[in-house]
């Protein structure tokens, strides 16, 4: 395996040393790791910890005030938005729009997307191509963007809060999807807070706190040398938030 | 590019077509108000371009809004398409509606012509011509300065951002009407060759003939408002890469 300075180039993504500041407010600071393919890693935090703010930068929806982002060695650009596929906490969609329309929009603008797995999706997740996106509830809408962002063939998932706000039912229906549906050459980062409803599914997590990076490792690793699950885990390093 | 402006239209449809359906209304109305009420001539067409122009206020206020709402928009942000796409396709887009908006008014002129053969000054088309091309001109200038505006208030993290956005716009006017003020004393940028323009004799809408008043394009101020408006894009680009975040 090649490797280039401290990162070998067959990771799929590389964060080196990276802070963001919103003026006096320091949202992230000096976060360093490094993802490689075929795992699911979760990125844990409470509201606020900085969570949101590091998917947006490696999105390329927000600029590091310092440190380095790269995927598959590419700073982050018009390049990397074609590697990564990101369902945000805002809907990826506009109101005019029906699921057909969302579904086309995707397919126009990114050549990874997969029309026939969208469908397959959608039929999953009980959605119709004639819905309207303004008629749909939080859990529809939630499974719609979770539909759009899969059905690319992207190296690396970004989920903000998948299952923010939406019912024990939905939320099972999303888990199931993501088990169902994730291409396993790829990666996926899902930020939550959550943690028991999903950590099954989970191969690594780093947690962040107040823009740190606290814990990063893999999960069976964590859970033999703490002695705990990662929900216990969770609730003990933020105990104080 | 044609794509985004694809969606840019898809998202408007139903205004645009919408306000070209009332404007050609509300100009059929003013026609047979005139014609039942006996206005002079000078009244209609007054009201009548007042209505076009509205209607052109409206198509740039619309591609001001889109711009705003896909610098705002998750799926506009995320998808993997040239930063200077995303600043031209709403303004390429408003340039064909204005030109849309111009083909219905020249339509509608060409039936008076045919309707009312004397109403039309002599070399009515050619002044017409170069009138309406000063105008989208001046109508770009004006957009391209918005555009540029509408960035910087976005590419700010704080409340009061939508007065810096029109401040801005005003310091961009001011720039550029002093700039050309000082280069070219004697000429006028787009939108004041559009309405330099004399009357040669007779009464006025019976004329006999219509002449640009100076020049009818002016190469210098078109040269400083085309650099102008390049300095511009090329700065929102930079904005929209760098600075505005959601």
């Not at chain 1, 790791?33 to 935090?45: A, S, V, Y």
């Not at chain 1, 979770?146 to 190296?155: E, V």
């Amino acid at each position: 395996m090649q490797k280039k300075g401290m990162y070998s180039v067959e990771d799929i993504l590389q964060i080196q040393q990276v802070s963001k500041k919103y003026w006096s407010k320091q949202a992230v600071r000096d976060i360093s790791f490094t993802l490689g393919p075929g795992k699911i890693i979760g990125l844990l935090g409470s509201n606020g910890s900085g969570k949101t703010t590091i998917m947006k930068m490696i999105a390329g929806l927000a600029q590091p005030t310092s440190g380095k982002i790269a995927v598959y060695g590419n700073p982050v650009g018009v390049e990397t938005k074609s590697l990564i596929s990101f369902m945000p906490d805002q809907p990826l969609t506009e109101s005019w729009m029906t699921v057909g329309d969302a579904l086309r929009f995707y397919s126009d603008f990114f050549a990874d997307f997969d029309q026939a797995k969208a469908e397959r999706m959608l039929d999953f997740m009980k959605l119709s191509l004639a819905d309207k996106v303004r008629s749909l509830s939080k859990g529809m809408s939630e499974r719609l963007q979770l539909t759009l962002a899969l059905s690319r063939k992207a190296s690396l998932y970004l989920l903000d809060e998948p299952l923010g706000g939406v019912d024990p039912v939905a939320r099972t229906r999303i888990l199931n999807a993501l088990v169902e549906f994730y291409e396993e050459d790829s990666s996926i980062l899902i930020s939550t807070h959550l943690v028991s409803d999903i950590e099954r599914i989970f191969d690594e997590v780093i947690m962040v706190k107040n823009g740190e990076m606290v814990m990063h490792g893999n999960v069976e690793e964590l859970r033999l040398q703490h002695g705990k699950s990662m929900d216990e885990l969770f609730r003990e390093v933020f105990a104080e938030c | 590019m044609l794509k985004l402006m694809k969606y840019d239209f898809r998202r408007n449809r139903d205004q645009i077509l919408g306000l070209y359906a009332v404007t050609l209304l509300l100009e059929a109305v003013i026609w047979i108000l005139a014609e039942v009420y006996h206005w002079e001539n000078l009244s209609m067409l007054v009201l009548q371009a007042v209505t076009y122009f509205s209607a052109a206020i409206f198509l740039v206020v619309l591609a001001c809004r889109t711009y705003s709402t896909n610098l705002k928009s998750y799926g506009r942000k995320l998808i993997p398409v040239k930063t200077l796409y995303t600043v031209l396709s709403p303004l390429l887009l408003n340039l064909i509606l204005l030109i849309v908006l111009i083909a219905l008014a020249v339509l509608h002129v060409a039936i008076y012509g045919f309707v009312y053969p004397d109403i039309l000054p002599k070399d009515f088309w050619y002044i017409s011509f170069i009138s309406v091309l000063n105008l989208l001109g001046a109508a770009m200038v004006f957009l391209i300065a918005l555009t540029f505006s509408i960035t910087v208030s976005h590419s700010l993290p704080f409340r009061s951002k939508v007065w810096i956005g029109i401040l801005t716009l005003f310091v961009l006017n001011l720039i550029l009407g002093l700039v050309e003020g000082q280069l070219f004393p004697d000429s006028g940028g787009w939108m004041e060759l559009a309405f330099r323009y004399n009357f040669t004799s007779g009464e006025y809408l019976n004329a006999n003939g219509i002449e640009a008043a100076g020049k009818a394009f002016d190469i210098g101020p078109a040269l400083i408002e085309t650099v102008f408006c390049l300095i511009l894009l090329y700065a929102s680009t930079w904005l929209v890469k760098k600075k505005v975040e959601i």
